[in-house]
């Protein structure tokens, strides 16, 4: 017994010798898990307090790192396309015969004016005249890009024809023969002079000057991979008529409120320059005693009639130098959006639109297999909001330092909670390009309602600022000849 009892407290010993080695190693260990968690949180703190050109420094940055690593073959396409853009292109005027007779006068980009004669005879025309143009000849057209409404009907009939078993040099080429818009039809047949000269079909597309957006470059350049151009045009066809369709529910909001307005504002400014000056003669000649409410009308009618050539130069250059700040400096854009995005209803508006496209976008990247890395790269290309742009920035940065999607969106003020539940959903379950299609199409009716409701609310407000201004207006009128009766 007393032997047993001796060996079983040496046993005793023994663990009690080994729990408290083995104690302080667990308690290190979890020691140096909390240190992470605790770094990983403050690294992403420290991003999400970063902004503007800081956060531009740190995205450039951590992609001058991340691209160290990839592969030399990437590194080294991406130099000869880049290569390519910047190779010297001479601007030509051409003027030549289609197969029915009709004369056709347009511009192209060529090395040489051989490169123009050789592609433009092998598209079937009879060369008349080949120049390079002057200094002074320039192209007078309203942007370079190609509308939406136009891209969604070209990507629906350049689908058609590839399901159909035309090649796709030849479907580009019926397309750029068949279009009436002479900026579109310069743009395709230089599509159809890369694709001639053995280019792919995203690289021609994206040698066009930004004429076509950086999502269907991207989205061709996958299809090229998988072999699914035809199914891939088709949804790009899709995904733009949407774009439209909202870009239009944007514009019907916008507008109709801006010419009610202004009618009345005319209305009201052509009653002050012109109606109350001859009731003002009638007041002087029978010398009456004016309110402070008329004489405050007959000044305002005095100056608008002076000066309102100074006024309108003025409300012009304002008009201008927003426009151009908005345009150039980011800071006063960033401000400009942020405010608009607080104001009551048309703020819901601005954040469900931008909200909608975002995640729409995304899901359509997603579907195609696109790294969530470049995914976001496109996105920060494809949006003009600045607020949106720092999220979309400071998301690669944390996807860059092995974090979610989901840290950089959290707390964001201009990404709404519901958004982000099922953004977090989607991350959780594996699902998150159908979580993101979800949120586009929930967002996408909150838009057409929240547009709807400022239709309805534009004109009692406008009625009823109308009607405060011409009733000032009459009080102004209508008090001096009350005394003017009672004088007589």
Known sequence: MDTGKAISNENFGSHILKFIPNLFKK?????????????????AFQIQKKSGDELLEELQRVQKESKEYRNQSEVDEEKRIEKIKNQKMISYRYKVKDSSGRIISNT?????INDV???????GYEVIEIKERSKFD??????????????????????????????LINSVRILAKQTTNA???????????????????????????NAFPPLLINMVKTSEMTGDLAGTLDEMAAYYTEVEKARKQMISALVYPSVILTVAI??????IIYVVPQFVDMFASNNAELPAITVFIINASDFLGSYWWIILLVLIAIVIIYRLMFKNVKEFRKTMQTFYMHLPVIGNVIIYNEVATLTRTFASLLNHSVFITDSMEILSKLSNNEIYKEIINRTLITLSKGGKI??????EWAFPVVAYEMLVTGESTGQLALMMEKVADHYQNLHTNAVTT?????????ICFLAVAVGFIIMSIILPMFDLYGQL
């Open 117 to 123: 004669r050789v592609f433009l005879t092998n598209e």
């Open 183 to 209: 900026m579109n039809k310069k743009i395709l047949n230089k599509v159809v002079y890369e694709l001639v000269i053995g280019e792919k079909f995203s690289i021609a597309l994206e040698k066009q000057n």
């Open 266 to 271: 005319i209305a009201v400014v052509f009653i």
């Open 138 to 167: 320039i192209d007078v057209t309203f942007g370079s890009k190609i509308k939406n409404g136009d891209l969604s009907f070209m990507l629906t009939q350049l689908s058609t024809y590839i399901k159909a078993g035309i090649p």
């Open 108 to 112: 192209f980009e060529a090395p040489s």
């Open 406 to 411: 989901s840290d950089s969106f959290k707390g």
């Open 454 to 462: 400022i239709k309805s609310l534009v004109e009692p407000i406008i």
């Open 27 to 43: 308690a290190a260990h979890g020691f140096s898990f909390l240190i992470g968690i605790l770094k990983k949180d403050s690294n």
